[in-house]
């Protein structure tokens, strides 16, 4: 593809225009610009709706756009794309993505998935919070295998040993991160973290944002768990056995695929309709807007949509059944009758309650009084003692304060009595 910067330039460019280093975006028209690999150094890509042109930078209104200059460790560490190739239909580029994962010897429905996961990589801007995929396993050797295939086939894939605040998010890369194992507080920051438009505090006062695709591995199986409900979670069975690709094998993979997948994001986010369609909001997956996304990426393609459905569907079940045994809720489930006809109720009543609950949707582990008086204690809900023991009083702030948390955790409770907050509901 030539280099036709003049055709792209504004004609006369403003004496002192604004210079401006990115790492690709949507202009203000619709336009897009991502960076490309030529020569052994980065460019810009133009594309307008109809033609890429790549350019050593862009004039663009009062605006000159330059490619960033990278340290040449991240430079060689990350790979980015040459010069967009047409890559037929969508549904030809996941079939020949598939079969590059079913040649490292995946099975035919996990490397559906994974063609899919990887095309979602492409195009993180449409999401609310781009996708973390958590895969769980107990032979890390399997897992680099895999996250090799990704580093060839995701956009600006970069592999690293552990999640990082040092770590280059100004590029906007595809984290592969090979040990994720995290304390409650740090997952729940590396969770806030990725949503788009949340800014992190940097050196020297300069903000950023560490929204990107990522990909997570761990061996601990209950690390599944702990992660947000909308991230996806994928297990390697011990039974399983990938062999990796010669490396030429690899490098020509890489070559071919990233300019298929740039120049599918090009036309998909130059889409002036890149939200959700009618069709796609019309998915069973009302609970996940992770999925409803995913699955807008493979909107015009049925097909696709049918094989990755069965994957989601599986994964809402697994959550809805872990939500279910969440003690939090049990208690709030536990104590909504007798808060409509009681004044109290005792908190070794309602212990046996929360337990009855959870033991009937599959947990094993039984709560004492105590855990139970810590949760009420973390729900804002005071307990108050008699000479009986502890128990909780309903009074008229608890029961607002339950209702807010049956709204706020989407329990399906029945209305009762003539009580107020119940009809506000």
């Not at 507080?185 to 990725?194: L, V």
């Not at 991230?231 to 010669?246: I, N, T």
Request: proline content about 7%; hydrophobic content about 40%; overall charge positive.
């Amino acid at each position: 593809m030539e280099d036709n910067s003049s055709s792209v330039t504004v004609p006369n460019p403003p004496e002192s225009p604004q210079f401006r280093t990115t790492c690709g975006e949507i202009l203000g028209d619709g336009t897009v610009i991502d960076l490309v690999n030529e020569g052994d150094r980065l460019f810009l890509v133009h594309w307008d709706g109809r033609e890429a042109v790549i350019v050593p930078y862009l004039n663009h209104g009062d605006v000159v756009y330059t490619p960033p200059r990278l340290a040449l460790s991240l430079y060689q560490a990350v790979r980015f794309p040459g010069a967009p190739i047409d890559f037929g239909s969508l549904r030809t580029l996941l079939h020949d993505t598939s079969a590059v994962f079913e040649r490292c010897g995946c099975a035919k429905d996990d490397a559906r998935w994974w063609s899919v996961v990887v095309l979602a990589t492409w195009v993180p801007e449409i999401f609310p919070s781009p996708p973390t995929v958590i895969v769980c396993g107990s032979d890390m050797e399997q897992a680099a295998i895999l996250f090799g295939l990704f580093a060839r086939l995701c956009r600006r894939a970069l592999t690293v040993a552990e999640l990082s605040r040092n770590l280059p998010f100004s590029i906007r890369p595809t984290l592969l991160v090979l040990s994720a194992e995290l304390s409650a507080k740090q997952r729940a920051f590396w969770r806030a973290s990725n949503f788009q438009g949340v800014q992190i505090p940097c050196r020297g006062g300069a903000l950023d944002t560490f929204a990107c695709p990522r990909l997570l591995f761990t061996d601990a199986e209950d690390s599944l768990a702990v992660w947000g409900p909308n991230d996806f979670r994928f297990r390697l069975l011990p039974y399983s056995r990938l062999f990796p690709l010669a490396e030429k094998e690899l490098n020509k993979i890489a070559v071919e695929f990233q300019a298929k997948f740039l120049m599918f994001r090009l036309r998909r986010l130059h889409r002036t309709n890149v939200t959700t369609s009618h069709k796609a909001q019309a998915n069973k997956f009302s609970n996940s807007p992770l999925a409803r996304k995913l699955l807008a990426c493979v909107q015009d393609e049925p097909e696709i949509v049918a094989t990755i459905s069965p994957f989601l569907e599986a994964q809402e079940r697994e959550i809805l059944e872990q939500q279910g045994r969440d003690p939090y809720r049990a208690i709030i489930e536990s104590i909504w009758s007798p808060s409509h006809t009681s004044k109290e109720i005792p908190i070794s009543d309602l212990t046996k309650r929360v337990n009855a609950i959870l033991l009937s949707r599959g947990e094993v582990i039984e709560l004492d009084s105590r855990v139970v008086g810590w949760k009420l204690t973390h729900l804002r809900l005071p307990r108050d003692r008699d000479g009986k023991g502890k128990l909780l009083r309903f009074s008229r702030d608890v029961r607002r304060r339950l209702h807010e948390f049956a709204h706020a955790y989407q329990l399906d409770l029945p209305k009762l009595g003539d009580c107020d907050d119940c009809k506000r509901r």
